[in-house]
């Protein structure tokens, strides 16, 4: 599947060396001369004279501008949004703390509450069990044999 690998002494390889070569002096290019167009319109086909006194005819095409760079904020937009987010983590630890002491509060009022209801019930059957005295108004109730005539009570 895979070539074999080639073992080769390091004898049998070749040394190349390479020479830079020179750079010409620099050659004197005349600017080619305008040609002239008429303001606001772009000729079908344009020509130039080349230095060496050769013509190029050709379409003539508009350059493409770059398109505009837009400035960038002094600040990061993802600094900003980062900096937005921690204010409003702030804001949600403060409430949610501040939910958890008022729970918190509301509970223990609300046992405190509880006991003091158990405390004056509880005293208040403690003291109807326990006080002493006579009998203090009421009904009375005596139980006799009762008689019965066709569903009537006769007592």
């Not at 690998?5 to 390479?18: K, L, S």
């Amino acid at each position: 599947m895979y070539p074999e690998p080639a073992h080769h002494r390091p004898a049998e390889r070749a040394v190349t060396t390479y020479q830079p070569t020179p750079i010409p002096p620099p050659v004197v290019v005349h600017p080619a001369p305008a040609v002239p167009v008429q303001p606001g319109t772009v000729p079908a086909i344009a020509s130039i004279v080349l230095p060496d006194g050769r013509v190029v005819t050709g379409y003539a095409i508009d350059h493409p501008q770059p398109t505009p760079v837009v400035a960038k904020p002094a600040v990061s937009r993802a600094a900003v949004n980062v900096a937005l987010g921690g204010v409003g983590f702030l804001a949600v630890s403060a409430g949610l703390l501040l939910l958890t002491s008022f729970i918190a509060a509301l509970t223990a009022f609300v046992s405190q509450l509880i006991i003091l209801a158990a405390v004056i019930f509880g005293g208040w059957i403690a003291v109807q069990v326990l006080s002493t005295g006579g009998h203090k108004g009421g009904t009375t109730v005596n139980i006799r044999r009762a008689v019965f005539k066709r569903n009537h009570f006769h007592g």
